[in-house]
């Protein structure tokens, strides 16, 4: 599949219901295959080509490696299930989904892990340090939300839209991160970069106190330089980031799809 035609799989103009299935399907699988799960909880949701504003969200109850591109229910802005369904879904859980999809037309896809890195970035007071080769390929990215409880309330949407504003990576204090995407594909690596940030800076920390040196920050130049260029690895087109997304994503689909290609039904 060329980088071309996974882009327009999310593109709510070309893509069909059963095309944003199948890839959809497929990015709870990456992230199963990642080991971003969560037990039955956690969320990445996608919108349905069409008019209408109808999302498909994971059924409640299921793990991400028993999603398939037919099980995927599909609801409302206010979570009621449209169709036929023998699933039900986390509302609690789509809270968040559920704000953001509504303020941000532009975003096609949302994706949110409680990794354990990303959760302890989350509860740093400093949250994500310009410390290293991901983080500084978000520079000036990052929004940040307070926490509140568990997200169950409606009242905390406004607070949450207006603490991502026009970003499309938000890290939820003491709670775990999210990302947006106009495509799945571009949410799932805006996802990657941000958890390998995570990953890298945990792992700093623990290893500073006995290396007997401190941690070498990253200039600012030097983030907003790979922030700029981070989609150029060796092609110079405008959409190269999101061409690089697309190969990423189908990377890893074609590694399923030699592995477990049921996610497919
Ligand atoms: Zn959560």
């Known amino acids: 599949m060329s980088a071309k035609a996974s882009l327009r799989l999310a593109d709510t103009e070309a893509a069909t219901e059963r095309e944003v299935r199948v890839e959809l399907a497929a990015c709870y699988r990456i992230f199963d295959l990642l080991g971003w799960t969560e037990l039955i909880f956690n969320h990445i949701t996608a919108k349905v080509p069409g008019p209408e504003e109808h999302f498909l969200i ?51 896809c949302i994706t949110h892990t409680h990794t354990t890195t990303g959760m302890a970035v989350a509860c740093l007071e400093a949250g994500l340090t310009q410390t290293n080769f991901y983080s500084a390929m978000m520079h000036d990215s990052v929004a940040y939300h307070d926490f509140e409880g568990i997200t169950t309330r409606p009242e905390e949407c406004d607070r949450l839209v207006a603490s991502l504003g026009g970003k499309d990576l938000l890290i939820l204090r003491n709670h775990g991160l999210l ?11 805006n996802h990657y970069r941000l958890q390998r940030a995570c990953d890298v800076q945990i792992a700093t920390a623990a290893a500073a106190p006995a290396s007997g040196g401190g941690i070498i920050p990253v200039s600012e130049a030097a983030a907003r330089y790979s922030t700029e260029k981070r989609g150029l690895v060796g092609m110079g087109e405008s959409d190269a980031d999101a061409h690089v997304s697309a190969q990423s994503f189908n990377a890893l689909k074609r590694l399923i799809d030699r592995k477990d290609p049921s996610y497919r039904d």
Do not use: M, Q
Request: glycine fraction near 8%.
């Open 58 to 108: 994971n059924p409640f109850g299921l793990h991400y490696s028993e999603i398939t591109a037919s099980n995927l229910v599909k609801i409302d802005l206010d979570g009621n299930v449209i169709g036929d369904s023998e699933w039900s879904v986390n509302l609690a859980g789509f809270v968040i989904h559920s704000a953001i999809h509504r303020a941000r037309s532009d975003v096609h």
């Open 179 to 189: 990302t947006c995407g106009p495509t799945i594909a571009e949410a799932f690596t």
